[in-house]
């Protein structure tokens, strides 16, 4: 008797900034992997999730996720040059690519910009349409009709990443077209991001959602000690980066009750996350030219260009 068959690789979400592709990624896996917030281009570096699933030959795949930054037509800055360039890669390096499109918002100039550079690409393309839950059926079969007369797809899958309707069809169609191979993880593996950096990443979205309308999204977070305790719990502390001192003080609040707050909610989240107590420690810094720092672009896994 055959052993079941074994499929394991990568699949690139790529699309528009604020498309829903963290969103999507984070059903898909079953647990918070990509931060979300309302601001565009909160995704930086290329999150992997692992989704693990059944094969209808009685066999199991493993999903590798790849939650790529927003790409935007226009990369005006070093860390928008280099975001898209993490975006490309891991589309370049995948065995299926997912384009995510906004159904609201239809074929903006970023989508037809990603459409002409995926005409390259060897690996099947798939065709994600989101918040299809806020457009008329009439309007979704125009907008499929018409991305596929741009660039055929292999298939068209009709989302709500929030609501998780239809992402079940989209795990199982990237299942069946990825190699028989060997799981890359263990099953039991949700993400590949070291504790250090997810926990950065859980911080910097709550400073997302609580300042998005006050603050640019150049703000950093860099976790800076790590401290695991004899009870169990861990302590962490962590700096915020910041451009200017009018920056800063956006984010203390007064009497720093903004800060506090940032600091409950991410303590809440990670708490939750990593099944233990946590002490957390925020900083504020004004570092005016972190932007232009090789070392905080290798730490959230991009490539630092120092002819961008």
């Known amino acids: 008797m055959n052993a079941p068959t074994t ?109 002409e550079r995926l005409k390259e690409s060897k690996a099947p393309r798939f065709l994600i349409l989101n918040k299809i839950d806020l457009v008329p059926r009439e309007a979704l079969l125009a907008l499929t009709a018409e991305l596929n007369a741009l660039l055929p797809f292999e298939h068209t899958f009709m989302v709500s990443a929030l609501k998780q309707d239809g992402i079940a069809d989209v795990l199982t169609a990237c299942a069946e077209r990825l190699p028989v191979s060997p799981f890359l993880y263990p099953e039991d593996q949700a993400a590949d991001l070291p504790l250090r950096l997810l926990a950065a990443e859980v911080t910097r979205e709550q400073v997302f959602l609580q300042l998005h309308q006050e603050l640019p999204y150049e703000a950093a977070v860099e976790t800076e000690k790590w401290e695991e305790r004899k009870d169990g719990s861990v302590r962490i502390e962590q700096i915020i980066h910041v451009q200017r001192d009018g920056q800063r003080a956006i984010f203390l609040g007064k009497g720093g009750a903004r800060i506090k707050q940032i600091g409950a909610r991410a303590r809440h989240e990670l708490s939750q996350m990593l099944e233990r107590p946590v002490h957390l420690f925020l900083h504020v810094k004004v570092s005016e030219r972190w932007a232009e720092d090789p070392s905080h672009y290798r730490a959230i896994g991009l490539d630092y260009d120092p002819k961008s």
């Open 7 to 115: 499929r394991a690789g990568f699949v690139a979400i790529v699309g528009a900034p604020n498309a829903g592709k963290s969103t999507l990624v984070n059903a898909l896996v079953g647990s918070k992997v990509s931060i979300v917030s309302p601001k565009v281009q909160t995704t930086r570096m290329r999150v992997i999730g692992i989704a693990m699933t059944d094969l209808p030959d009685g066999g199991r795949a493993q999903v590798v996720l790849v939650d790529t930054p927003g790409i935007f037509r226009i990369a005006k800055r070093r860390l928008e040059r280099a975001m898209v360039a993490a975006a490309w890669q891991g589309a370049e390096d995948a065995d299926v690519v997912g384009l995510m499109v906004d159904a609201e918002r239809g074929i903006g100039q970023e989508t037809r910009a990603i459409v």
